[in-house]
T-cell receptor, first 111, second 113 residues
């Protein structure tokens, strides 16, 4: 499968715990995006990278959230001290010079 | 703030009929519009896009219409099939395909056999 890969597919955690998600973009895609989606809503932009540089962060991305793309390939999204309001689908997308290709997401449930 | 939204939350159509899904946007600076389809348990999948210098674009069984005067976008699906059942989102960007997208709320398309 050469699409965008996200792991894990599902994550259940207790409030206050830290979680980390991984995204492997399509090979040679220079841009990588993180979105968050809640039930019935469209995805909301969180942040994006061009190669290893994080170029934009949404105001939705509080200081508990951090994203990295250290070598310009895969990316990680970490949420510290999770809250119930963090429960959502976290989607990753990548692109080169055209459309965004989305992964299947990581579904986070914070109990 | 700027927003992109859909008029109806659900749409039910008979298999073989044509479907029309509508979307309104408020950012007059938007230059690029996209329709995505999302099936259960999957990420959004690109369907068709259109730039602001066009008012119509056709793909295979799908047509996107853009009315900049009233800031309205629609997706037409010809001969709707059961496999078209999904949630559909419109999205917009001020700069183009390879940039941050603002999505509207989803509309569920249900195809009756």
């Amino acid at each position: 499968d050469t699409g965008v890969s996200q792991n894990p597919r599902h994550k259940i955690t207790k409030r206050g715990q830290n979680v980390t998600f991984r995204c492997d973009p399509i090979s040679e895609h220079n841009r990588l995006y993180w979105y968050r989606q809640t039930l019935g809503q469209g995805p909301e932009f969180l942040t994006y990278f061009q190669n290893e540089a994080q170029l934009e962060k949404s105001r939705l991305l509080s200081d508990r959230f951090s994203a990295e793309r250290p070598k310009g390939s895969f990316s990680t999204l970490e949420i510290q001290r999770t809250e119930q309001g963090d429960s959502a689908m976290y989607l990753c997308a990548s692109s080169f010079e055209g459309e965004l290709f989305f992964g299947s997401g990581t579904q986070l449930s914070v109990l | 703030g700027e927003s992109v939204g859909l008029h109806l939350p659900t749409l039910s159509v008979q298999e073989g009929d044509n479907s029309i899904i509508n979307c309104a946007y408020s950012n007059s600076a938007s230059d690029y519009f996209i329709w995505y389809k999302q099936e259960s348990g999957k990420g959004p999948q690109f369907i068709i896009d259109i730039r602001s210098n066009m008012d119509k674009r056709q793909g295979q069984r799908v047509t996107v219409l853009l009315n900049k005067t009233v800031k309205h976008l629609s997706l037409q699906i010809a001969a709707t099939q059961p496999g078209d059942s999904a949630v559909y989102f419109c999205a917009e960007s001020p700069t183009g395909a390879n940039s941050k997208l603002t999505f509207g709320k989803g509309i569920t398309l249900s195809v009756r056999p």
